[in-house]
C-alpha cells in the first residue's frame, strides 16, 4: 500500500540550530514529491517539490529537501532554524501519472526554542 | 499565478443544516480539483477528486451523499455538506490542477467548520 510516514511527531530545536525532518515513503514507483508548511489555522505552503532530476531540492524559506531513492527517503532541512520556522510540517506524495492527488505524512510539529 | 481561493474562511453553522464551501482557481482552470479534510493535530486525508463537467470519485468511506462535489466549471468546485453534524466539524481544504499545465496541484487556504 501507498504511504508515507514522517516518524518524528514533535520536534523541537534552538534557534540558529540545524533542523532535518525525516520522510519515508512506500510506493511502486519513484513518486512526485512535497513539503508543505501549515501554520495554526491556516493552509498548507510549498516548500519544495521533486518531480526529477537533481536529487537535492532547494526551496522557499532557506529549506532544502533530498531525495534518496535507496532509502525511500525525501527529508527536509535547514541549516539555521528561525522562531517564525515554528509550524506544521507535512510530507506528501503524488503518483507521476496522477498528480495533484496527494498521500500526506501524519505530519511534524516544530517547536523552535529562544 | 497559480492561485486557489477557497470561501468562506470559517463557517458556524447548526446541527442538521447544510453549508457550501467554494474552492475557485483565480488565474488559471483547474480540470481537476481535490477536498481534503483535516481534523485537528491530524493529517489531511483525500475525500475526493473532482474533474470538470464529471461526477467525482469519491475515497473510500467518505459518504457521498453527505458531501456533496460539483466542479461545474473550470475555475469553481463547491462541497456541500448536508445535514452537518457536529462531528463534520473539521478545516476542508481544496486544491486545483490544470493538467494540461503541469503536475502540480494548488492549494486553497482552507475553510474551517463548526457545527453547533
Known amino acids: 500500500a501507498q504511504s508515507v510516514t514522517q516518524p518524528d511527531i514533535h520536534i523541537t530545536v534552538s534557534e540558529g540550530a540545524s533542523l532535518e525532518l525525516r520522510c519515508n515513503y512506500s510506493y511502486g514507483a519513484t513518486p512526485y514529491l512535497f513539503w508543505y508548511v501549515q501554520s495554526p489555522g491556516q493552509g498548507l505552503q510549498l516548500l519544495l517539490k521533486?518531480?526529477?532530476?537533481?536529487?537535492l531540492v532547494q526551496g522557499i524559506k532557506g529549506f532544502e529537501a533530498e531525495f534518496k531513492r535507496s532509502q525511500s527517503s525525501f527529508n527536509l532541512r535547514k541549516p539555521s532554524v528561525h522562531w517564525s520556522d515554528a509550524a506544521e510540517y507535512f510530507c506528501a506524495v503524488g503518483a507521476p501519472s496522477n498528480t495533484g492527488k496527494l498521500i500526506f505524512g501524519q505530519g511534524t510539529t516544530l517547536q523552535v526554542k529562544p | 499565478g497559480a492561485v486557489v481561493s477557497q470561501h468562506p474562511s470559517w463557517v458556524i453553522c447548526k446541527s442538521g443544516t447544510s453549508v457550501k464551501i467554494e474552492c475557485r482557481s483565480l488565474d488559471f482552470q483547474a480540470t481537476t480539483m481535490f477536498w481534503y479534510r483535516q481534523f485537528p493535530k491530524q493529517s489531511l486525508m483525500l475525500m475526493a477528486t473532482s474533474n470538470e463537467g464529471s461526477k467525482a470519485t469519491y475515497e473510500q468511506g467518505v459518504e457521498k451523499d453527505k458531501f456533496l462535489i460539483n466542479h461545474a466549471s473550470l475555475t469553481l468546485s463547491t462541497l456541500t455538506v448536508t445535514s452537518a453534524h457536529p462531528e463534520d466539524s473539521s478545516f476542508y481544504i481544496c486544491s486545483a490542477r490544470d493538467s494540461r499545465q503541469g503536475p502540480e496541484a494548488f492549494f486553497g487556504q482552507g475553510t474551517r467548520l463548526t457545527v453547533v
Open positions: 521533486y518531480f526529477s532530476g537533481d536529487t
